[in-house]
């Protein structure tokens, strides 16, 4: 079955970057979009950007852009999402989604499996 | 940005009991519209894509409807492990989720 695994729990302090990490298994890894999302206490859920699993090519929200790195390790069937120069406003649960097929003519789109979640904590 | 609002915020329900649940779009998304369960500790689970189609494995008890800026779901029957928060989600442009509903007993 289709499982996407994540690492666990990160505490960092403000300035630091944190890696996060995203496990695929049960499907071919390099066929679908994986988008990485996230939501801090109280707020909505909110994209960041996705990677392209086949080519690595990325498409990060504005928000993000200059910010965040995303990329993949084909190897192990992995996705990374590294942000940079933390504060205490990107405390949340990051998740990472699969999403449409590389092959498909549209990149924004549902998403039928999740992982998990990484609970990020940045505290001085 | 496309805004999704959800209402009601909160819906306190028994079990055995129906749930409508609303999203409306602050523009058109024709049908590109999703629903999403949401339990703690879990990631979202997807339950309902392009607006009306139940995703795999989702009970018949859920469905949806709608399209253009006025969505719904609806829960025929409330089970016990159907009390969560339901996200709407279009991707029309871009993507955006709506605030959520939170569905308790």
């Known amino acids: 079955q289709v499982q996407l695994v994540q690492s666990g729990a990160e505490v960092k302090k403000p300035g630091a970057s944190v890696k996060v990490s995203c496990k695929a298994s049960?499907?071919?890894?390099?066929?679908?979009?994986i988008y990485w999302l996230r939501q801090a206490p109280g707020d909505g859920l909110e994209w960041m950007g996705w990677?392209?699993?086949?080519?690595?090519?990325?498409n990060y929200a504005q928000k993000f852009q200059g910010w965040v790195t995303m990329t993949r390790d084909t190897s192990i069937s992995t996705v990374y999402m590294e942000l940079n120069r933390l504060k205490s406003e990107d405390t949340a649960m990051y998740y990472c989604?699969?999403?449409?097929?590389?092959?498909?003519?549209?990149?924004?789109?549902?998403?039928?499996?999740w992982g998990q979640g990484t609970q990020v904590t940045v505290s001085p | 940005e496309i805004v999704l609002t959800q209402s009601p915020a909160t819906l306190s329900l028994s079990p055995g009991e129906g749930a409508t649940l609303s999203c409306r779009a602050s523009?058109?998304?024709?049908?590109?519209l999703a629903w999403y369960q949401h339990k703690p500790g879990q990631g979202p689970r997807l339950l309902i894509y392009?607006?009306?189609n139940r995703a795999t494995g989702i009970p018949a008890r859920f469905s949806g409807s709608g399209s253009g800026t006025d969505f719904t779901l609806s829960i025929s029957s409330l089970e016990p492990e159907d009390f969560a928060i339901y996200y709407c989600?279009?991707?029309?442009?871009?993507?955006?989720f709506g605030g959520g509903t939170k569905v308790e007993i």
């Open positions: 990677i392209n699993p086949n080519s690595g090519g990325t």
């Open positions: 989604a699969r999403g449409a097929s590389v092959e498909s003519t549209v990149t924004f789109y549902h998403f039928d499996y």
């Open positions: 989600q279009q991707h029309y442009r871009w993507l955006t």
């Open positions: 523009q058109g998304v024709s049908n590109h």
């Open positions: 049960g499907y071919t890894f390099s066929g679908y979009y």
């Open positions: 392009d607006a009306s």
